[in-house]
Every structure is written in structure tokens, then in C-alpha cells.
């Protein structure tokens, strides 16, 4: 996809999309991460519009965050308690807040829109430069073959079928640049819409290769926030990273 630029992912559009928006598991998103937080600061890399880090912060968790979109964060401004996150806004491979937290983390796939493996490893880095002496990054993506089965390059799959509606999610993917080329599509009798997006997927063991790249381990793998076991059959991860001994 030529000339694409991710803050067009995350413009005002999708910003009133997420503010609404709920996947299901932020709830035990906020219990996992409450947990490893110990009541200290948290600190979010691409917060979007706050759909897990509210739900942190109604626990009593100061949580901060880093984002690249101004839609976004406006979005996350007009929710109540947003106001009371600090945000930095930025590249999550790059800028700092200037403080160090227990706990930083970094979920919904995100980390695959970063469309470089040294940016990917940046992005390691640049937890680790957040992290004080027993903090932990936490990271929760999808695992690729889930997304695009081995020996598929690419798949067009309905997501909604109506009378004066159809959304189509087309992607095509390339296992050497490892990027995964998606548009959705909306058809509607009053004309077409496309939201792009472009996400580099990587394995586990790429992540943990990354971490140790910038320092850290791998502590504990999960199929879900809500602590099944990660195995032959898990579609996701949450992944744990602290300091390497
Ligand atoms: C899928 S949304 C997830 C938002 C939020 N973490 C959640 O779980 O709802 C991805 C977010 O990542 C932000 N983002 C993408 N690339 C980024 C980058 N390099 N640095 C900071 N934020 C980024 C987008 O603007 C968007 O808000």
C-alpha cells in the first residue's frame, strides 16, 4: 500500500468508532494489569481513546499514555475521567514521558503497527526505558496464523451483509515483509468508504527475541487475560517482560 501513513488509521472517524467502543475484555485487561501495577503508575503505549486505560484508572491506578493520534486523544478527552490521564502525544518507539512506572503496557494488536522490525524493537526499548527496577511491559497481540492461515496471501472476508449495507475487510499479505495489507470496505447506497491499514505481524518468539534485544525476558504467557494457558490452540497472547536477570 503505497504512501501509507498509519495516523490515517486513526482519524476523527475511527476516533468516534472507538469512543463507543468495547471489545469484550476490558475487564480482565484492567484485573491483569491492576495486578502487576501494585497500586503504582501505569503507563499506556497507544492509549487510543482510553477503552482499557479508564477502566485501570477506576481502580485507582494514575495511568498515563503515549499516542500519535490527535483524533484519538480527543476522543479520550470527551470521556468522562479522561481528562485525569496525562498524555504524551508521539511515536511509542520514540517519545518519553520522563517517568519511570511499575507497569507499562501495550495491547489490541498495536504493536504490529509499527511497520519495521527496528522500530518493533524501538518500541521494546523504549518500555524498557519507562520501566523502573521491577516494573513489567506487558503485551497483547493476536498470533498471525490467526489472522492468515499458512499458505494464505490473502482473504476478503464479509463483515457485514444488509440490505443498503455491505463492509468487506480485504487484506493481502506478504510472509517476506511480514506486513498485512487490510482495507475495510463500506458500501452503501450513498457511496464507499475505505479505511486503511497496514500491521507487520510477528510471533512470540520474535517478540521475546525483541525484548532481549532491549534488555528484558519473557516472565509469564498467557492465551487471555484471563490466564488460560498458552498452547497449541490459543489465537492471542498476553505476554509478560520483565528485567533480564
Ligand atoms: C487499535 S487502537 C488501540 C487503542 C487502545 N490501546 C485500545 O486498546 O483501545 C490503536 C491505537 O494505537 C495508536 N498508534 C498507532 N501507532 C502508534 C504509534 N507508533 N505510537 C503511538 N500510538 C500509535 C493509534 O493512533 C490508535 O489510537
Redesign the pocket.
Known amino acids: 500500500m503505497s504512501a501509507f501513513d498509519?495516523?490515517s488509521?486513526?482519524g476523527p472517524e475511527?476516533?468516534a468508532h472507538?469512543v463507543g467502543?468495547v471489545?469484550g475484555d476490558e475487564e480482565a485487561a484492567a484485573a491483569f494489569l491492576a495486578q502487576l501495577a501494585r497500586g503504582g503508575p501505569a503507563l499506556?503505549?497507544?492509549?487510543?481513546?482510553?477503552?482499557?486505560?479508564l477502566v485501570l484508572a477506576a481502580q485507582g491506578i494514575q495511568v498515563d499514555g503515549?499516542?500519535?493520534?490527535a483524533?484519538?486523544i480527543e476522543g479520550l478527552r470527551a470521556r468522562p475521567g479522561g481528562d485525569r490521564i496525562g498524555v504524551t502525544v508521539?511515536?511509542?518507539?520514540?517519545?518519553t514521558t520522563g517517568e519511570r512506572y511499575g507497569l507499562v503496557y501495550?495491547?489490541?494488536?498495536?504493536l504490529f503497527?509499527?511497520l519495521t522490525a527496528e522500530?518493533q524493537i524501538r518500541?521494546f526499548e523504549n518500555a524498557a526505558r519507562h520501566l523502573n527496577a521491577d516494573g513489567h511491559f506487558v503485551v497483547e497481540t493476536a498470533l498471525p496464523h490467526a489472522w492468515i492461515a499458512p499458505g494464505r496471501a490473502d482473504y476478503v472476508h464479509a463483515e457485514a451483509v444488509d440490505l443498503d449495507t455491505v463492509v468487506l475487510d480485504v487484506a493481502r499479505y506478504d510472509p517476506v515483509t511480514q506486513l498485512l495489507e487490510e482495507n475495510h470496505l463500506r458500501l452503501t447506497t450513498k457511496g464507499i468508504t475505505m479505511t486503511p491499514i497496514v500491521c507487520r505481524l510477528i510471533t512470540p518468539g520474535e517478540m521475546d527475541l525483541m525484548a532481549r534485544i532491549a534488555g528484558l525476558r519473557l516472565v509469564e504467557r498467557f492465551a487471555n487475560w484471563q490466564r488460560a494457558p498458552f498452547d497449541l490452540h490459543s489465537q492471542a497472547h498476553v505476554s509478560v517482560y520483565g528485567w533480564a536477570l
Do not use: H, K, Q, W
Open positions: 498509519p495516523v488509521s486513526f475511527t476516533a472507538y467502543f471489545r499506556e503505549f497507544a492509549i487510543g481513546t482510553g477503552r482499557i486505560a503515549i499516542e500519535l493520534s483524533a484519538m508521539g511515536d511509542m518507539s520514540r517519545v501495550l495491547v489490541f494488536n498495536t503497527n509499527l522500530d518500541c
